[in-house]
């Protein structure tokens, strides 16, 4: 499990790699590198600046303003992660962790003081409803058997079926995961088993890799 738990946060920052993405908006290759508050260029942030621009895939001696808007929006999200402090509202919000579109989303629904008012949220956002209406390229990708960066948990089990196993990273709400699908392939000496994990971060692929 603590090897798993190190590779994931490995995967997460790894940038070369064709199966892990980074929004064309991030500004990460804006060419800039700027100072954090107390810090100083070519990557004088603090241990947890670093550490949350590692967990987004980003570099942190090599950050733009809305880079550093992203980090602080995952460090308040992280707060307001640890603030559930009953089970009933951690379940909850595990529940619908795969379909909230973005950190923003899910700082909106933490932010509310009660359980029953998240819950009118969701009623209100009609988050129930993505599950059983997935996008077009969803569609397309799950009648291909195929998946994408950004899929929610449920529809890679109807691309690709139940995972053979399924490890966890650090606490079970959160969907930070490593699937295990092994399957037989063809090639030109026959039929070989091949093996593929596929990585999610709050119940969304971030990305696999094949062996």
């Avoid at 956002?125 to 209406?133: D, L, M």
């Amino acid at each position: 499990m603590k090897s798993f738990a190190a590779f994931f946060l490995i995967v997460l920052s790894v940038s070369g790699c064709t199966h892990f993405q980074r929004s064309a908006g991030s500004g990460y290759n804006e060419g800039l590198q700027y100072q954090d508050e107390g810090g100083s260029r070519n990557g004088g942030y603090d241990r947890q600046t670093r550490q949350t621009a590692y967990e987004l895939g980003k570099d942190p001696s090599y950050l733009s303003p809305r880079d550093l808007e992203e980090i602080r929006s995952r460090q308040k999200l992280r707060e307001l992660e640890r603030s559930l402090s009953s089970k009933k509202e951690r379940e909850q919000y595990s529940k619908i962790l795969p379909w909230l579109k973005n950190d923003e989303e899910k700082i909106s629904f933490l932010s509310i003081p009660s359980i029953e008012g998240r819950q009118q949220w969701i009623n209100r956002n009609n988050i129930w409803g993505r599950s059983q209406a997935p996008q077009e390229e969803m569609k397309e990708l799950i009648e291909t058997q195929d998946i994408a960066v950004g899929m929610p948990q449920d529809y890679v089990r109807r691309s690709w079926g139940e995972p053979l196993s399924v490890e966890v990273s650090g606490n079970p709400i959160y969907k930070n995961e490593r699937w295990k699908y092994q399957r037989q392939v063809s090639t030109s000496q026959g039929f070989r088993k091949e093996t593929r994990y596929v990585y999610f971060e709050g119940g969304r692929v971030v990305g696999w890799e094949t062996e």
